[in-house]
């Protein structure tokens, strides 16, 4: 954090399409969703925390950058005034990253503004190349093994569901603005974000705070979408009649409304989850509406969340443990929360899925799915759905 004083100015302007308003050479930060959200470049402010205490830390490090602010906010409505962008890692013992953007521009139902923070230093990008991503060609064998395993420890009781990620890395440089607008454009009803190298574009809100309201959606069940509407039809009607896809619903809804139950009240949680049908996949969806009870901010509230049934399993320490000591994989920011936070606690997190995290010298970026694995779970049809979850990067980043 910078020792100089820190100015921070809202004011109106007229909407735009937020993405287009990034500088090529500046390092994008982005948060957007059905052409809504909050876009961002240079840094005014950036810190790294980790361990178990991690979302405290960045709540703490946050409040004293907002007390040492001056701000001048026109307009004092969420996303406005000092903005920070957080990537939070899956595992404690990952770096989780907070960045205070110089230039902030939001747009929410018909208006928007920008905020400027000062001082900042621009984060200039590495200008790509050229060239083509390069990707081996996928090997599913230790990821089938791995589904088998695990089958095989559900039914011996040590848990009832678990989360199983793998990595596809591709080498070659990312040209990420192409990317982002790529992602904007195909899955406009997913969020489009990108913090610190992650990227990606993500169907899963894990917490909405705005005031006393708090919203949660929970996807867990997967099946392609077709290009016929038909046969896509009728897939989503087995995905809902699937005893499978329903148990693995289930429990992701269970764990999101107990753990929002700590901190709120009138839980409003549908008794039947929908559809929630995307360019490329259809997932089942459960909307959680709640009332908070207290001034818990959204960093707090998604510390609370995380990590849910849908990214980790269930129990979640058993989970847990599986995940760490049999994946073979560092999740690093993958499956973590991805979003916003302001001055007053207000924000959204998503939970970073359907991404790839970018090299540190920007040769590469590893794409991560990962599949919710219960009783019925089958290792072919797991792969699979894992390689229709990579699809949607895959294709932002194919340069054809």
Not at 105 to 121: L, N, Q, S, Y
Not at 315 to 336: C, F, H, K, N, V
Not at 352 to 379: F, K, N
């Amino acid at each position: 954090m910078t020792d100089l004083p820190v100015t921070v100015r809202t004011r109106l302007v007229e909407p735009a399409d937020l993405l287009t308003l990034i500088p090529r050479e500046a390092a994008p930060m982005s948060w957007v969703h059905e052409g809504d959200g909050l876009v961002g470049w240079d840094v005014a402010a950036t810190t790294t925390v980790r361990g178990p205490e991690r979302f405290a830390r960045a709540q703490r490090w946050w409040a004293r950058f907002c007390e040492a602010a001056h701000i001048d906010d026109e307009v004092m409505a969420p996303g406005t005034g000092p903005v920070a962008f957080a990537s939070f890692s899956f595992d404690a013992d990952d770096e989780s990253v907070i960045t205070v953007p110089g230039t902030i521009v939001g747009r929410r139902d018909g208006k928007a503004w920008i905020t400027t923070i000062t001082p900042h230093r621009p984060d200039p990008l590495p200008t790509p190349h050229g060239g083509r991503l390069h990707e081996p060609h996928p090997d599913g064998e230790h990821y089938r093994r791995l589904v088998a395993h695990a089958v095989d420890e559900i039914a011996a009781g040590v848990f009832d569901k678990v989360v199983l990620a793998r990595g596809v890395r591709l080498t070659g440089e990312v040209d990420v603005h192409r990317t982002l607008h790529r992602l904007a454009d195909k899955y406009s009803d997913c969020w489009t974000f990108s913090v610190h190298g992650l990227i990606g574009a993500t169907p899963e809100l894990l917490v909405r705070r705005t005031g006393e309201q708090v919203m949660s959606r929970v996807l867990a069940g997967t099946v392609p979408r077709m290009p016929d509407d038909h046969e896509s039809g009728q897939l989503a009607t087995a995905m809902v009649a699937s005893d499978k896809a329903r148990e693995e619903h289930a429990y992701a809804v269970t764990s999101v409304a107990q753990a929002l139950g700590t901190h709120c009240t009138d839980l409003d949680v549908p008794d039947e989850p929908s559809v929630l049908r995307l360019a490329n996949v259809q997932h089942l969806a459960t909307d959680v509406h709640a009332m908070l009870v207290d001034e818990t901010s959204v960093v707090a509230i998604a510390a609370a969340l995380h990590p849910t049934a849908a990214v980790c399993g269930t129990p979640t320490e058993r989970a847990m443990q599986y995940i760490l000591s049999r994946e073979e994989l560092d999740r690093g920011r993958y499956a973590g929360p991805v979003g916003w936070f302001d001055a007053n606690g207000d924000g959204e997190f998503g939970i970073a899925l359907r991404c790839g995290q970018i090299a540190d010298d920007h040769t590469s970026i590893e794409l991560l799915a990962g599949c919710g694995i219960v009783a019925g779970s089958d290792p072919d049809s797991e792969f699979e759905e894992s390689e229709s979850k990579l699809a949607a990067m895959r294709w932002a980043l194919d340069d054809d």
